[in-house]
C-alpha cells in the first residue's frame, strides 16, 4: 500500500459532457470531505459519512473562498472494493475543462498529489489487483480505437494471456526442475523425464500465441493503405466511397489533389488508415511536384498499396510510371499491391491490359461513383491485411513488447531444443529453459524488472 493520495483527471481534457477527477490513496475520503457539500442545503459531511459504493449529490466548494465550483456526483470506494485496492474516491462534475481542473487543483491543495501517467493502473498492479498484461490491455483500452479492438482489450482484462501462456510456462519450470536436479544432483535417483517432448510442446504453445500476437497488433496498430495512381483515375473518389462521406474533392480536372489525406475507417474491426494521393504524372508545377513527392512517400511507408486504374480509358505514360514506381516499392519492401480497375460503369477499354502490369495482385473491379464492386475491394483489402500477420485464427491482444518478450521465448525454447540434440551438457540446456521462462514471466509480470514496469506505465495517461 502507497503512503500517499494521488489525484488527476481521469477523462480527456477538453469540452465533454462530464469530467471524472479521480483520488486514490488514505486520505482519498478526507480530501473529498473537505470540499464536498451535500444536498441542496450543501452541509458539509464527514468523510465517515460517505459510505462506500454510494453516489452522493452535492456540490465542490472552495472553503477559503466559500465559492461554489461546480455540481458534482461522489462516490467513495473503500478498499478492497475499488481500482485499485485503496480508498478511492471519483468526483463528477460538469466536463469543461475549468470545473475539472478547478476541482483537481482544489484536491492538489488539500493534500493529493498529482498522479504521473499510469499510477492509478500500477497501483492496481502493485496491490495485487491485476497482473501485468492486465495493466496493459487497460492501456489499450483507454486507446482501443475500433470496437473489435475494444473486444480484444477487454478480453485480454479477464487474463486471457496469462491463460494462454500458462501451460508453456508449466512444461518450461517442470523441465528446468528436472534439468537443475539432473546438473545439481547427479548421484541422486531422478526420476526418469524426457525434456524433448516437454520443449516442444512449450514451443507450440509460444509459437501460436506469437503468431495470435502478430494479429493482434493489427487490430491495435491498424494498417496504412495508399491509393495511388495517375492524376483522374478517381483516387479521390474511391476515398469517399470508402469513408462513405465526401471527404476530398473531386474534380475531372487532373491534379486536384495536392496532398496526402488521411482517413481512419474500420475494415471489418481492423483500423485502416487510408491515404488519398496526389495522382503521379509528369507535372511541371512546383506544387503537384511536391504533392507527387508525399504520394511516392505514403506508398513506401504504406504497408498495403491500391494503385489505382481508369478501366475506361487506354493506360497512359503515367500509369506506367507508376507501375515502375510500385514495382520498385514492392522490390524493396514485400509483395502487398491490391489493382482497382475504376470506372467500371463505363465501357471497358483497359481492362485486359491492366490485368497484365500484376498479373499475381488481387484486381477488382468497380465504380466509385456507383459504389458496384466496392464491397469486393473491402473483402480484398481484408484479406490482404491478416496476411500481413500470417494465418491466424484467434488475434491476440498483445503490446509490442509483450510480442517481443514471446517471442524471445520461442527462440530460446529453440535454442534449448536444439542445444539437447546436439547433446550438449544440461547444465547448458538450462540455461536457454531458464532465459525462455524470464521472457514468459515479463509478459505476466513474474521476474519483472523494474525498468519494465517504468515503461508500462509512462505510456499511460495521466488519471488512468
Ligand atoms: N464514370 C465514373 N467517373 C468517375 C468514377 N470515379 C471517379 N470518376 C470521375 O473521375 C474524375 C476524377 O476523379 P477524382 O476522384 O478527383 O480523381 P483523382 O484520382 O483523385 O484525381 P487527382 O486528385 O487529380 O489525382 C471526376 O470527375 C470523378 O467524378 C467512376 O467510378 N465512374
Ligand atoms: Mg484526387
Do not use: W
Amino acid at each position: 500500500m502507497f503512503a500517499d493520495t494521488i489525484a488527476a483527471v481521469s477523462t480527456s481534457l477538453g469540452e465533454s459532457a462530464i469530467g471524472v477527477v479521480r483520488l486514490s490513496g488514505p486520505d482519498a475520503p478526507e480530501i473529498a470531505a473537505a470540499c464536498f457539500r451535500h444536498g441542496r442545503k450543501l452541509r458539509a459531511r464527514p468523510a465517515a459519512a460517505l459510505t462506500s459504493h454510494r453516489v452522493f449529490y452535492g456540490a465542490i466548494v472552495d472553503a477559503d473562498s466559500s465559492s461554489v465550483i461546480d455540481e458534482v456526483l461522489l462516490v467513495r470506494m473503500a478498499p478492497p472494493r475499488s481500482y485499485t485496492r485503496e480508498e478511492v474516491v471519483e468526483i463528477s462534475c460538469h466536463g469543461g475543462p475549468a470545473a475539472v481542473q478547478q476541482i483537481l487543483a482544489l484536491c492538489l491543495r488539500l493534500g493529493a498529489r498529482l498522479a504521473t501517467p499510469g499510477e492509478f493502473t500500477l497501483r492496481a498492479f502493485a496491490n495485487g489487483r491485476i497482473d501485468l498484461a492486465q495493466a496493459e490491455a487497460v492501456a489499450a483500452i483507454v486507446s482501443a480505437r475500433t470496437s473489435s479492438s475494444l473486444d480484444l482489450a477487454v478480453s485480454e482484462l479477464r487474463g486471457r494471456m496469462r491463460q494462454r501462456l500458462q501451460p508453456a510456462r508449466d512444461l518450461l519450470v517442470e523441465t528446468l526442475a528436472y534439468l537443475d536436479a539432473a546438473a545439481d544432483f547427479p548421484d541422486d535417483e531422478i526420476p526418469p523425464f524426457d525434456p524433448r517432448p516437454a520443449l516442444n510442446a512449450a514451443q507450440t504453445v509460444l509459437d501460436e500465441v506469437a503468431q495470435s500476437g502478430r494479429a493482434g497488433r493489427l487490430y491495435q496498430d491498424g494498417v496504412r493503405i495508399a491509393l495511388v495512381g495517375r492524376p483522374n483515375v478517381g483516387k479521390s473518389s474511391l476515398l469517399n466511397a470508402l469513408l462513405r462521406f465526401e471527404r476530398a474533392i473531386v474534380t475531372p480536372i487532373a491534379g486536384t489533389t495536392r496532398d496526402v489525406i488521411s482517413e481512419t475507417i474500420s475494415l471489418r474491426g481492423i483500423p485502416a488508415t487510408l491515404l488519398d494521393t496526389a495522382g503521379i504524372g509528369d507535372s511541371s508545377d512546383v506544387i503537384e511536384q511536391l504533392g507527387i513527392d508525399r504520394s511516392r512517400q505514403a506508398a513506401r511507408a504504406s504497408a498495403l498499396v491500391v494503385l489505382v486504374l481508369d478501366r475506361s480509358m487506354a493506360l497512359t505514360a503515367d500509369d506506367a510510371r507508376v507501375a515502375d514506381l510500385l514495382r520498385e516499392r514492392r522490390d524493396s519492401v514485400g509483395n502487398d499491391i491490391i489493382v482497382v480497375l475504376n470506372k467500371s460503369d463505363l465501357p471497358d477499354i483497359a481492362g485486359q491490359a491492366a490485368r497484365h502490369l500484376f498479373p499475381e495482385a488481387p484486381c477488382v473491379e468497380l465504380s466509385a461513383v456507383s459504389g458496384h464492386g466496392l464491397s469486393a475491394l473491402e473483402d480484398a483489402l481484408y484479406t490482404a491485411a491478416l496476411g500481413l500477420a500470417g494465418e491466424v485464427a484467434e488475434p491476440q491482444l498483445v503490446t509490442e513488447r509483450q510480442l517481443n518478450a514471446i517471442q524471445r521465448a520461442a527462440a530460446a525454447v529453440a535454442a534449448g531444443r536444439a542445444a539437447l540434440d546436439d547433446g550438449l551438457p544440461l547444465d547448458l540446456v538450462a540455461v536457454d529453459v531458464r532465459d525462455a521462462l524470464m521472457a514468459v514471466g515479463e509478459v505476466t509480470g513474474e521476474n519483472v524488472s523494474e525498468a519494465v514496469l517504468d515503461e508500462i506505465f509512462r505510456r499511460f495517461c495521466i488519471g488512468k
